[in-house]
């Protein structure tokens, strides 16, 4: 199983479930939830004692990585496929079982029928988004000053001149959008993979000590004089 790419999050009642894919297409769903769903005073407990019971059949079906949790921290979690999920419900004697077992197989049905445009859309998406992460720390690691504010706004900007010959203004007015839309919704994978490149590029210039006019210099040099204005 390799890097997992975070599909969409679903209720069953009032739980929160989260669907994951990893690069050999399986969908996984983390521990502490499937154990919430199953209403177990300890979720996180419960489900890792049921597989200690039955280690050798739902070893193949889980994995343990680092996932961000809601403080913004890594932390090892563990997940499991659909097979390792309706294993669980198997074995389970709470009485939601069955039905979250029903559930989460129509969820997963409807995941598997979103077309391959889609699911390449999302995975680029989600790669570009640890991509920014790593822009926005670079940027937060720089020295203080009265204009370390602007410069997220300075960097967005100058990619996208680089890449559409437009800042965010104009870019937001040419889709009709305001700022409570997400920009990146409304570009394509090619788009998506540009702007992740360029990301990448002022993340190691800034990791350097370039300031903001040396990289736009660097840069204007290598995809021409479009980002001089």
Request: glycine residues 6%; charged residues 30%.
């Amino acid at each position: 199983m390799g890097k997992l790419v975070f599909l969409q999050s679903d209720n069953f009642g009032n739980v929160a479930c989260d669907f994951y894919r990893d690069n050999q297409d399986d969908i996984l769903m983390t521990r502490t939830q499937i154990g919430q769903a199953l209403e177990y005073s300890d979720p996180q407990k419960a489900i890792d004692n049921l597989h200690s019971r039955h280690k050798g059949r739902l070893d193949k079906f889980s994995v343990t990585l680092k996932l961000m949790g809601t403080d913004g921290k890594l932390y090892n979690t563990t997940l499991y496929t659909a097979k390792g999920v309706y294993e669980i419900c198997r074995w389970s004697h709470q009485a939601k079982a069955d039905a979250f077992m029903d559930w989460v197989w129509d969820v997963i049905e409807q995941i598997r029928k979103i077309d391959k445009s889609k699911l390449n859309y999302l995975i680029k998406r989600e790669a570009g988004k640890a991509t920014r992460r790593t822009l926005t720390d670079a940027i937060d690691k720089l020295p203080d000053s009265p204009h370390k504010k602007f410069k997220y706004k300075q960097f967005t900007d100058l990619i996208y001149k680089i890449v559409f010959n437009k800042n965010t203004k104009q870019l937001r007015e040419q889709f009709g959008i305001n700022k409570d839309y997400d920009l990146r919704d409304y570009f394509t994978l090619d788009e998506l993979e540009k702007i992740k490149n360029v990301e990448g590029e002022i993340s190691v210039f800034i990791g350097y000590g370039y300031s903001y006019q040396d990289i736009k210099s660097l840069l204007a040099r290598k995809y021409t004089a479009q980002i001089s204005a």
